[in-house]
DNA sequence: TCCTATAACTTTGTATACATAAACGAACGG
DNA sequence: CCGTTCGTTTATGTATACAAAGTTATAGGA
């Protein structure tokens, strides 16, 4: 037989879920946006059967919210619910680059150099784009060099909520030299396999993050009220 | 109006979810077994959409495993995997005594005392299955001071893959004596708002957990390595 | 006898149809 | 003018129908 067909089939599940997931994350559906199955269905080109699967997905990850008999809506983002999330995050970080000190292979270090120079590289570009790309690599590459499965796909799960504020946090960090302070840092006792530096390293990492994604939403708040007063819908 | 219609109706697959779920806790679907969706419906006395949604969430727990064109069954459990789960229940059962160190009330820490002597008037039963169910409710109270929701479901999807071996973990703790005391030692971290202290108990706590949970998976796939050689047919 | 090809069957993937509850709105009455 | 009630509409919950892929069994030929 020839080798064709190399790409599997992917189900229109999936497929779906994945739309769904890249535009919620993107903003495109906002929080509080109601997931309709006729009409998204009819918007992709699909039936109800798939979009209904999908949502069941995206509902297990939190990024939709159900309502019996009501329907679905993209979650609401609050503050207590980012507050959550960044305390299970930073435990979990933590953990990845203990582990990684533990196991991480001479190609895996190798790698992890790679994505710390190609990160360095894409701040002196000043790409926010680029800059958020080198950033999330990065820490993939550490989280994979635990080589704990699990692990791996909790930390994408728990990534998604704060895909939103990436740009900000990012613009945030006084000039990006803090962000490729800390990369080197972590790098550093990576390399020498010193956990405890690891970790304490790590644990600053995203408690700075943390400090800029709340201060985020809390400006976002403010101006929902500002223009709740002026009289400017609002999503619900 | 009267107050009647207290329960909330419950739409089929959210049923489905909970029946296939304790089905396959309790092993009476081993790993392995195949999930088709038209016998299930048969069995349970719906169609398959219900199943299917089912089916989906079961498999971003975990619990299930999806082959393309080909089904659901029960996901093995393998010495890897569940080494996986419990190295992150670690880090976050020791984030829950944490947590509750700063943040558990008066209310909660009365209902921790109360767990923790029910849990020890249950191992005085020498009832496994009680003190099983006692130590599962002493752990909860813990993870529900941590007011953390995320934190909450979080654990809960960790602690499934474990379900099945804790009635061995519990028989293996050397007279129960062990866990009684650990169990009283992470009380009294709490009430100290000893944060440390509280960590190192709660991680010696799963180190032990793990040990047992372990040697259980080794002694089983020994035995099914046995009855493989006699030519008794084994669960693929 | 063994290999291959094909046909029947099984099971998932997807679409559609039907049932029912919630939301909306208009008409009616106070 | 406000509230209530009763249809109408809309969207979800559930069932079923159809399509396609995979599996198994069987028949035929080397």
């Known amino acids: 037989m020839p080798k064709a ?16 997931r890249q535009a919620i994350l993107t903003g495109e559906y906002p929080p509080g946006e109601r997931l309709m199955e006729v009409h998204l269905g009819d ?26 008999r009501k329907g679905a809506m993209v979650s609401q983002i ?9 305390e299970v995050r930073r435990a ?4 990845c680059v203990q582990l990684a000190c533990e196991r991480i292979t001479s190609d895996g270090m190798a790698e992890l150099r790679r994505a710390r120079d190609n990160f360095e590289r894409a701040v002196a570009t000043n790409d926010s784009r680029r800059i958020a790309q080198a950033d999330v690599e990065f820490h993939n590459v550490i989280i994979r060099a635990t080589g704990n499965d699990r692990l791996i ?25 803090n962000l490729v ?24 990492h995203i408690d700075n993050q943390r400090r800029s994604i709340m201060r985020q939403i809390r ?7 500002i223009n709740a007063l002026y009289g400017k819908r609002t999503i619900r």
Chains 1, 2 share one sequence.
Do not use: C, Q, W
């Not at 039936?47 to 019996?68: D, F, H, K, N, Y």
């Not at 704060?162 to 006084?174: A, N, Q, T, W």
């Not at 400006?219 to 009220?225: A, F, H, I």
């Open 219 to 225: 400006l976002e708040r403010e101006e929902e009220t």
């Open 43 to 68: 918007k992709l080109g699909v039936s109800r059967t798939p979009i209904r699967e999908a949502i069941r997905m995206l509902e297990l990850e939190g990024l939709v919210t159900m309502i019996p």
């Open 92 to 95: 979990l970080d933590i953990l």
């Open 181 to 204: 302070k800390e990369h080197r840092k972590i790098v550093n006792a990576i390399e020498k396999r010193n956990p405890e530096a690891a970790a304490s390293e790590a644990g600053e």
């Open 5 to 20: 067909k190399e790409e599997d089939f992917l189900p229109l599940r999936d497929s779906v879920y994945n739309k769904l």
């Open 153 to 177: 796909s909790l930390e994408d799960s728990l990534s998604l909520p704060m895909y939103r504020y990436r740009y900000e946090y990012i613009k945030d960090s006084s000039g990006h030299d």
């Open 78 to 86: 609050t503050e207590k619910n980012m507050s959550d999330v960044l």
